[in-house]
């Protein structure tokens, strides 16, 4: 019996037979097979469903392969070093705690072929493009929940990709969901930032807006949630916390607002000049 991870439960009510590949929930009295878990947990329909299992089985061995690349690669490019150093992170913890990786293009395809993953398998995970090149290029890389995330190091390419699909649940989440207090940030400079600078109970939701997964995860135990998000020019992130906390506190949840100072976020904050006990201070200071 465990929580269940499809409605707000704080009771174990979650059953899974994985002999027959089964589950049912005596809270919410909701079960079926695999697919139906995932129609539930995602919000898709049967279709959508079945082609998320079909990439996930697919994916993730390939998926460990050039995450690995990727790390081995981030120690062979000193550029991809310099990058991180000149935006603060700096802690060689943090990055091995993180898996940073570097994808200077032009050869994780040849990589992964040498170790029998066909191209058209691939090109299927997104990891290698149509025409057979290699999807990341010069960019730092992030491993996700069955994805990656590529931050370029151009400034002629887009900032950010994704392989196709979900960006899953918080980032590192089991590393902090037993913390009675969480910090939640946007990005995951944000997250570099804040751990580096001592709050090791920070997590990522890769965007001010959470998916169902991210929201039921903050809300599956009693605690605090320390939301800090931008403060943007427009407004946009504080409105987006302030919708955040009130759907939380709905949860039973400790919803708190950090005020970050005008045109801040997270990673800007600490390295502008902030420290810890500044840090602290807008902690204390947050604001239901």
Same mark, same amino acid.
């Given at each position: 019996?465990? /929580?269940?991870?499809?409605?707000?439960?704080?009771?174990?009510?979650?059953l899974?037979?994985?002999?027959?590949?089964?589950?049912?929930?005596?809270?919410? %009295?909701?079960?079926?097979?695999?697919?139906?878990?995932?129609?539930?947990?995602?919000?898709?329909?049967?279709?959508?469903? *079945?082609?998320?299992?079909?990439?996930?089985?697919?994916v993730?061995?390939?998926?460990?392969?050039?995450?690995?690349?990727?790390?081995?690669?981030?120690?062979?490019?000193?550029?991809?070093? /310099?990058?991180?150093?000149?935006?603060?992170?700096?802690?060689?913890?943090?990055?091995?705690?993180?898996?940073?990786?570097?994808?200077?293009?032009?050869?994780?395809?040849?990589?992964?072929?040498?170790?029998?993953?066909?191209?058209?398998?691939l090109?299927?995970?997104?990891?290698?493009?149509?025409?057979?090149?290699?999807?990341?290029?010069?960019?730092?890389?992030?491993?996700?929940?069955?994805?990656?995330?590529?931050?370029?190091?151009?400034?002629?390419?887009?900032?950010?990709?994704?392989?196709?699909?979900?960006?899953?649940?918080?980032?590192?989440?089991e590393? *902090?969901q =037993?913390?009675?207090?969480?910090?939640?940030?946007?990005?995951?400079?944000?997250?570099?930032?804040?751990?580096?600078?001592?709050?090791?109970?920070?997590?990522? =939701?890769? %965007?001010?807006?959470?998916?169902?997964?991210?929201?039921?995860?903050?809300?599956?135990?009693?605690?605090?949630?320390?939301?800090?998000?931008?403060?943007?020019?427009?407004?946009?992130?504080?409105?987006?916390?302030?919708?955040?906390? %009130?759907?939380?506190?709905?949860?039973?949840?400790?919803?708190?607002?950090?005020?970050?100072?005008?045109?801040?976020?997270?990673?800007?904050?600490?390295?502008?000049?902030?420290?810890?006990?500044?840090?602290?201070?807008?902690?204390?200071?947050?604001?239901?």
């Amino acid at each position: 019996m465990r /929580l269940c991870p499809l409605h707000g439960d704080h009771n174990p009510s979650f059953l899974v037979d994985n002999n027959k590949g089964l589950f049912y929930c005596y809270g919410c %009295g909701r079960g079926g097979d695999v697919i139906r878990f995932a129609e539930l947990y995602h919000q898709v329909k049967f279709p959508q469903a *079945v082609e998320l299992l079909r990439q996930w089985r697919g994916v993730g061995p390939v998926l460990q392969e050039a995450v690995r690349f990727y790390r081995t690669q981030f120690y062979r490019h000193s550029e991809a070093f /310099l990058y991180l150093y000149e935006r603060g992170i700096r802690s060689a913890a943090l990055i091995e705690e993180m898996r940073i990786g570097y994808a200077p293009g032009g050869c994780l395809r040849g990589w992964l072929t040498q170790l029998g993953h066909s191209l058209p398998a691939l090109c299927q995970t997104g990891l290698v493009t149509e025409a057979g090149y290699d999807a990341y290029v010069r960019r730092i890389v992030f491993p996700l929940e069955g994805n990656l995330y590529g931050r370029s190091l151009s400034d002629s390419a887009p900032a950010h990709r994704f392989l196709p699909g979900a960006k899953g649940g918080l980032y590192l989440w089991e590393q *902090v969901q =037993s913390y009675p207090e969480v910090i939640l940030v946007e990005g995951l400079f944000d997250y570099a930032a804040v751990w580096q600078g001592g709050f090791q109970n920070v997590t990522c =939701s890769l %965007g001010a807006h959470l998916n169902t997964r991210q929201f039921r995860q903050l809300c599956d135990a009693p605690r605090t949630v320390y939301i800090a998000f931008d403060a943007d020019p427009n407004g946009s992130g504080q409105q987006a916390a302030q919708s955040l906390a %009130g759907r939380l506190r709905e949860q039973g949840v400790n919803a708190r607002r950090v005020s970050l100072p005008d045109g801040h976020d997270p990673h800007s904050f600490f390295v502008q000049g902030g420290d810890a006990h500044q840090f602290q201070a807008l902690l204390e200071a947050a604001l239901p």
